[in-house]
Nanobody, 117 residues
Framework: QVQLVESGGGLVQAGGSLRLSCAAS????????VGWFRQAPGKEREFVGE????????AYAESVKGRFTISRDNAKNTVYLQMNILKPEDTAVYYCAARPNARWLYWGQGTQVTVSS
């Protein structure tokens, strides 16, 4: 069982930056891939990016590529989402999720990010 808690959300002006954290419980967290997703009002949840378990390779949605960076610190059981050059369209609830295999099995409760124009 893995429990995930996101933090770091808030209100920021367009062009600004935020860093979200996803803190996990569980001794095997380092063996899980971790992803970030977001859901804006009235829209479906969408994939933002992910970091793999063993190699820490990353992948990003086209809409955030070059602006967002995901990293993980397994010693702290934490994954980060550094968001730069934020745009109003980045406004959403951001969720982290973890998977031991192909399926996203564990989800956090989400943290609100609001970007003002």
């Amino acid at each position: 069982q893995v429990q995930l808690v996101e933090s770091g959300g808030g209100l920021v002006q367009a062009g600004g930056s935020l860093r979200l954290s996803c803190a996990a419980s569980g001794r095997t967290f380092s063996s899980y891939g971790v992803g970030w997703f977001r859901q804006a009002p009235g829209k479906e949840r969408e994939f933002v990016g992910e970091v793999t378990a063993t190699t820490s390779n990353t992948a990003y949605a086209e809409s955030v590529k070059g602006r967002f960076t995901i990293s993980r610190d397994n010693a702290k059981n934490t994954v980060y989402l550094q968001m730069n050059i934020l745009k109003p369209e980045d406004t959403a609830v951001y969720y982290c999720a973890a998977r031991p295999n192909a399926r996203w099995l564990y989800w956090g409760q989400g943290t609100q990010v609001t970007v003002s124009s």
